[in-house]
């Protein structure tokens, strides 16, 4: 399996402020994506990466920024958090062989 | 809409007995197809893919997954289980008329083991 890692964990922030969450990858893999998990909806798509620079807008978006910089680095940031952003992200990562690969998740709890 | 569908959301199985969770997906064409199992606190495992071909997938910890195309289901298996298998599973489908490979989840259901 691909070697995913999120940084922070945790992290907890106060409402307003910025927040960036980190994905790195140490497999070269093309694709990248940002999902949130919250009860009853399973995983929905934030943002996506197919390669340096080129990224793209998911299902739930709005209030939420990526950059990539590096292959092996996805950057999701909450440019001003909100309660409703309280939520446990998770990176992934496709594989050519068509398998999709999940980091540990962060959870984030905006007060 | 298109979308992926787990009806379930709470089911209860005593050990040992068998399981099945269902998964029906809305998009038209034959989309890649996955489940998926997460542990309290945990990331998402793979437990089995489906791409093409035999249409019994085989997966990891004794979970098995037919594809029934008539029935746009791909419900997943398991002859016996065993209190280590509680968890949250999801479904997961790219559809197969996407430009990239967008994984699109269901809501989860959640398995609860009775001893």
């Known amino acids: 399996d691909a070697g995913i890692t999120q940084s922070p964990r945790h992290k907890v922030t106060e409402t307003g402020t910025p927040v960036t969450l980190r994905c790195h990858q140490t497999?070269?893999?093309?694709?990248m994506y940002w999902y949130r998990q919250d009860p009853g909806h399973g995983l929905r798509l934030i943002h996506y990466?197919?390669?340096?620079?080129?990224?793209d807008k998911g299902e739930v978006s709005d209030g939420y920024s990526v950059s990539r910089s590096k292959t092996e680095d996805f950057l999701l940031t909450l440019e001003s958090a909100t309660s409703s952003q309280t939520s446990v992200y998770f990176c992934a990562i496709s594989e050519p062989t068509g398998g999709y690969t999940f980091g540990s998740g962060t959870r984030l709890t905006v007060v | 809409a298109q979308s992926v569908t787990q009806p379930d959301i709470h089911i209860t199985v005593s050990e040992g007995a068998s399981l099945e969770l269902r998964c029906n997906y809305s998009y038209g064409a034959t989309p890649y197809l996955f489940w998926y199992v997460q542990s309290p606190g945990q990331g998402l495992q793979l437990l089995l893919k489906?791409?093409?071909?035999?249409?019994l997938v085989q997966g990891i910890k004794g979970f098995e997954a037919e594809f029934k195309r008539s029935q746009s289901s791909f419900n997943l298996r398991k002859p016996s289980v065993h209190w280590s298998d509680a968890a949250e599973y999801f479904c997961?489908?790219?559809?197969?008329?996407?430009?990239?490979?967008?994984?699109?989840f269901g809501t989860g259901t959640r398995l609860l083991v009775s001893p």
């Open positions: 497999e070269n893999h093309r694709y």
């Open positions: 489906y791409f093409s071909g035999d249409t």
């Open positions: 990466s197919y390669g340096v620079k080129d990224t």
């Open positions: 997961a489908v790219v559809p197969g008329n996407t430009g990239f490979q967008k994984l699109v």
